[in-house]
């Protein structure tokens, strides 16, 4: 079993930063690739980002790339997401999730996070 707890979230301006935290605690975190998703109101889930277990290897939904960055810190069982250059249209809840099997796209992951909340406005 793995736990996952987001923070970071709050109320930004367009054009700000945000960093998310996703601290995870249960088996073993570098066992697992690790991954981002949003939830906008009234939409469904969808992907935002994944990296791999050494963090060697990321992936980004197109609608993020060259401004959302996707890290891990195995040592603190810690995976972020730098969010920049923020629009209003990310408003969403974002979570943490993890996947045993590392996807380009991750559509299944074994364990989901919370959530925590990002609103961005105009």
């Known amino acids: 079993q793995v736990q996952l707890v987001e923070s970071g979230g709050g109320l930004v301006q367009a054009g700000g930063s945000l960093r998310l935290s996703c601290a995870a605690s249960?088996?073993?975190?570098?066992?697992?690739?690790m991954g981002w998703f949003l939830q906008a109101p009234g939409k469904e889930r969808e992907f935002v980002a994944t990296?791999?277990?050494?963090?060697?290897?990321?992936y980004y939904a197109d609608s993020v790339k060259g401004r959302f960055t996707i890290s891990r810190d195995n040592a603190k069982n810690t995976v972020y997401l730098q969010m920049n250059s923020l629009k209003p249209e990310d408003t969403a809840v974002y979570y943490c999730?993890?996947?045993?099997?590392?996807?380009?796209?991750?559509?299944?992951?074994?364990?989901w996070g919370e959530g925590t909340l990002v609103t961005v406005s105009s």
């Open positions: 999730a993890a996947d045993s099997i590392l996807r380009a796209t991750m559509t299944n992951p074994d364990y």
């Open positions: 249960g088996r073993t975190f570098s066992s697992y690739a």
């Open positions: 990296v791999s277990w050494s963090g060697g290897s990321t």
